[in-house]
């Protein structure tokens, strides 16, 4: 089982960044990204169920960004827009193949058995 992420890089405030994750090796019930900004504890961004329909987001993030995934190749992705600086962190694609509908395993990087390699996002102000 591979996850591979990319597309992260610099931006200013405001702007937009796509970011993308190939899964392989096997199948996925659900998907999700999480992000880590320097000295503090990995975060929750978004979550989505394999077959799409029912994406979760963070507080912080709801409205500005969307997670959805290609059922052509299996890239996962999460697009952002009006990005902000407290937005800077390198941001982490995982999945499980397992589902649940539970809110407080949603959020939680423990729910996710598979995880790629992280990809720095930098927002200047």
């Known amino acids: 089982v591979q996850l591979q992420a990319s597309g992260g890089g610099l931006v200013q405030t405001g702007g937009s960044l796509r970011l993308s994750c190939t899964a392989s090796?096997?199948?996925?019930?659900?998907y999700a990204w999480f992000r880590q900004a320097p000295g503090k504890e990995r975060e929750f961004v978004a979550t989505?169920?394999?077959?799409?329909?029912?994406?979760y987001y963070s507080e912080s993030v709801k409205g500005r960004f969307t997670i959805f995934r290609d059922n052509r190749d299996n890239t996962l992705y999460l697009q952002m827009n009006s990005l902000k600086p407290e937005d800077t962190a390198v941001y982490f694609c995982?999945?499980?193949?397992?589902?649940?509908?539970?809110?407080?395993?949603?959020?939680?990087?423990?729910?996710?058995?598979?995880w790629g390699q992280g990809t720095q996002v930098t927002v200047s102000s």
């Open positions: 989505n169920t394999w077959r799409g329909g029912n994406a």
């Open positions: 995982a999945a499980t193949g397992r589902d649940f509908t539970r809110r407080d395993y949603l959020t939680l990087s423990s729910s996710y058995d598979y």
């Open positions: 090796g096997r199948s996925f019930g659900r």
